[in-house]
């Protein structure tokens, strides 16, 4: 990984067109801007990783589960 | 043209029927092609089935039936990408995980699915705020509306 020291309002600029800018540090919390386009998705990495974990687990529906269930709220 | 599903066996489906998920979804972003069939003619159950892979479907549901004050802001970004021009043409499912018993079942508002009916574009859009997570229990929401249907 490659590793920057940055100051409050410096950036880091990645390839042509995304920038990366550190807009303020307050005690542990560090806010960052980001200038990118519109089609690089950004997410908060733990909300990323917990949809896709989710989705994982969301896959493993048994038929017969399902057919019970379907039963079950018709009734 | 036939493709084999998870859990209709093989079924003949029409090009128009396959929607299209660009950069797929996380955990599976090499699935971009799926169509969604209802799991039976009665229930709530819809099938999102991917054309690739015969094995893998998601269950989901309408959340508005079941989450009361469900809503979600679209992106400007996310209406570009499918690209949407009228309300109209957007559908919205919610995934759910399924677990038994039933009451043990939760729903990701975190992540819906959004749909161009129209255009036949997909994708799951992740809700930055933290309002909404990935599992919601589905329970109460259920047994009210079994009791007034």
């Known amino acids: 990984m490659l590793v920057l020291t940055r100051k409050i309002n410096q950036s880091i600029q990645i390839g042509q067109d995304i920038e990366i800018k550190i807009l303020a540090v307050e005690g542990e919390q560090i806010k960052i801007g980001i200038e990118a386009p519109k089609h690089v998705e950004i997410h908060r990495k733990e909300i990323y990783l917990s949809i896709q974990e989710e989705n994982n687990k969301a896959t493993n529906t048994s038929i017969d589960l399902l057919r019970q269930f379907t039963n079950q709220i018709k009734k | 043209m036939k493709i084999l599903t998870k859990y209709h066996g093989e079924v003949e489906i029409e090009e128009s029927q396959i929607i299209h998920f660009r950069q797929g979804l996380p955990g599976f972003l090499d699935k971009t092609e799926f169509t969604i069939v209802p799991f039976h003619e009665e229930g709530p159950f819809m099938i999102m089935q991917s054309i ?88 109460n929401q259920l047994t009210s509306s079994v009791k007034e249907g």
Do not use: R, W
């Not at chain 2, 989901?60 to 043409?89: A, C, R």
């Not at chain 2, 508002?109 to 749909?115: D, K, R, S």
């Open chain 2, 52 to 139: 690739q892979t015969p094995a893998l479907a998601f269950v989901m549901i309408s959340p508005f039936d079941f989450f009361e004050g469900y809503s979600v802001k679209l992106t400007d970004q996310l209406l570009e990408t499918l690209e949407i021009k009228e309300k109209e043409d957007i559908a919205l499912f919610v995934i759910l995980t399924v677990k038994e018993p039933f009451e043990d079942t939760t729903a990701n508002l975190q992540g819906p699915i959004v749909i161009n009916t129209k255009k036949k574009l997909g994708k799951q859009f992740i809700l930055s705020d933290a309002s909404y997570k990935t599992k919601h229990y589905l329970t």
